[in-house]
């Protein structure tokens, strides 16, 4: 397997628990995937669901559902803020979505083409994952105004395996600014515990999905945070244990950014995660077609 990482990076990715790449797509590529990203939502139609649901418990559960079925499918999500107090959207489609989640990577030629190749896979092999296994995708749109916050989390909340291998590839789309709502991480802080985890519960027919503290280590405060500010076509490589978080963009431009996630297949994947990996495509590497 050839490497794509100088000894310095691969250091440096030990040391930080996250490694920025800039360059790493050129523009075709990042226009493609913006391009098909307003295809699919365009496509989509929203079933009024804000103004259907009459109470919050049934807009919760309604939701979850939808985040669930998201797991091997492509979904669209509306930014919170989208909605006003009669359920009307309170501008244009295109700019209330959120994010589209969560097969894209594996359903959808372009996003496909753009999550795979050679570059990848030598990456991937490089950031220690010796069998990797795709296993979400996200188109984040961060909408301009209305984007909001994403506080301290670590990815491998979300996508829990034993022992930790989750890695996440940060591509933006869009310059990253802190006026538009950039990532901050805590550098090194990949060697802490992980805090949180977000567990299915419930039953089949009526799944819940739930936050459980797993550890009270605090989160970093201000001073150990670092803004990662970064041109479109950067790649920046996340730790799945690492913290970081992104504020809410107020600019008046979008921060479109895709979230990609891979595991190790020598890992035990969790079955109480909200992803089951079962009932869709079959879970492939990095391996394919694409840069
Ligand atoms: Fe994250």
Known sequence: ?????????RAAWQRDGYLVLPGFKDAGPVQALRERAHEIVQGFEPDGQASVFSTREQSRLAADRAFLDSAR????????????EHGQLRQPKALS??????????????????????????????LGLAEPLLVQSMLIFKQPGIGGEVRWHQDATFLRDDPVSVTGLWFALEDATRDNGCLWVQPGGHRGPL???????????????????????PWPDASQAVPVEVPAGTLVCLHGLLPHWSAPNRSPNSRQ??????????SRWSSANWLRLEGGPALRGFDGPGR
């Open 1 to 9: 397997m050839d490497r794509l990482l100088s000894a310095e990076q």
């Open 73 to 84: 499918g492509i979904h669209c999500f509306f930014e919170e803020e989208a909605f006003d």
């Open 97 to 126: 979505i959120n994010k589209i989640g969560h097969a894209l990577h594996d359903l959808d030629p372009v996003f496909d083409d753009f999550s795979r190749g050679p570059a990848l896979a030598a990456l991937a092999h490089d």
């Open 195 to 217: 805090r949180e985890v977000f567990e299915r519960g419930g039953t089949a027919e009526a799944p819940s999905l739930a936050l459980r503290t797993l550890d009270q280590t």
């Open 257 to 266: 950014a895709y979230s990609l996630h891979a595991v190790d297949a020598r």
